[in-house]
């Protein structure tokens, strides 16, 4: 089957346009993926979260017995709704972290454990963070260094730094990473847990970027005590569980095509209204020729996309797949970006007030364009995975 061509589907498309339009939360756009700026942005988010949960625009391929369809949820159905999101400029609800708890607890929780966090995240209430990379341990994930020693009486002890932790200022429970066995080889020896963010000895600092906000913290663990049950499956095997809560995460690569396409068509927008040697820059024939292989890369991008959401489909994946749209997705950002500010001009300086391009919408979007190529894989990571993974070549 092609991508996303059904008529079924389409209908979906337009019911989840309508509804986004409807029920996307008042907070201004911005690029990327950002935390709440405030309480009253947190909640708007939260409720956003619940009406797309409700409406069954997202946990579709959750158990029936947690709302959702199982396995007769059809997967092309979340791309619809990533996509209907992006091209809104609405904000992602607050479930990136949250998402990748829940596929973790269900595929390796306990019932009690599912029970104890699925209605929580579904009704927008809790907040996760992703406690993963660490000062020294992001691309090579597996060296991180926090340690949860077990206990006597069954609880964990946990010790370490944590940093880039999106939403922790926000977050009621983390998904913690922590090595259970030092004397293991290092992918063996990490176990997952969840923790709740209010215990004694976590202490969450947020970071300020050069956007402005602060969107992710550091978070410090000192002898943070968790009972048994905190642990996500069994002791040491808290690699393979993460690796396996990640690999449920497909539709977001065709959100990052349509937020690029939505991006290049406000581009050529901005060189309609910004001057260029006395005349509106998209008279200029060397703007035209950039906005044209700037519109043709992000179709490519597109294309690219598709196909491989039709390989997933059709069960014969491509493990170079998802590293090329990475990849290709993230440089691409920044280089749009680049060029609308270098199209402001002397005004690309400027953020806010009546001189300001847009409001500022172009220096947001070129400040925070190269988190994209750090985020969830580095472009030299995605490199290295094409070259091994796609092309066959040696390490
Ligand atoms: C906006 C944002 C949000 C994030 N949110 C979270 C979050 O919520 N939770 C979380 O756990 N993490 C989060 N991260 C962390 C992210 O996963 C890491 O930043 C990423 O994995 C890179 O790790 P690092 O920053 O430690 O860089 P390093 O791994 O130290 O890399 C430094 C440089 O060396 C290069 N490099 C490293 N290894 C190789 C190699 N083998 N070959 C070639 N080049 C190499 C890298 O490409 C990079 O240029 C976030 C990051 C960003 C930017």
Known sequence: MKYGMTAELDEFRVEVRDFVQRHAPAIPPKAGVRSAEDTEELALLKEWTRALFEAGYIGGAWPREYGGNGPDHQ????VVVGEEIARHRAPAPVQGAANLVANALIDHGTDQQRDAYLAGIRSGEYIFCQLFSEPGSGSDLASLRTRATKLDDGRFRITGQKVWTTNA???????????????????????????D????????????????????NEVFLDDVMVEADAMIGDINEGWRIANSSLAHERSGVANNAVRLQRNVAALIDLAGKVQRRGRPAIEDDAVRDRLGALS??????????YAGLTRVSNGEPRMSDAPMAKLMFSELGVEIASYALELCGERGIVVSGDDAVE????????????????AGGSSEIMRNLIAERGLGLPR
């Open 75 to 78: 997967l092309e159905r979340d």
């Open 296 to 305: 043709a890369s992000v179709d490519a991008l597109s294309a690219m996309v």
């Open 197 to 216: 963010m209010s215990l004694p000895g976590i202490d969450v600092r947020p970071l300020r970027e050069m956007t402005g906000t602060a969107d992710f």
């Open 169 to 195: 200022q926000w977050a009621d429970y983390g998904y913690l990473l922590a090595r259970t066995d030092p004397d293991a080889p290092k992918h063996k020896g990490i176990s997952a847990f969840l923790v």
């Open 359 to 374: 409001g500022g919408r172009w220096q947001d979007e070129f400040l925070y364009a190269r988190a994209y190529t750090i």
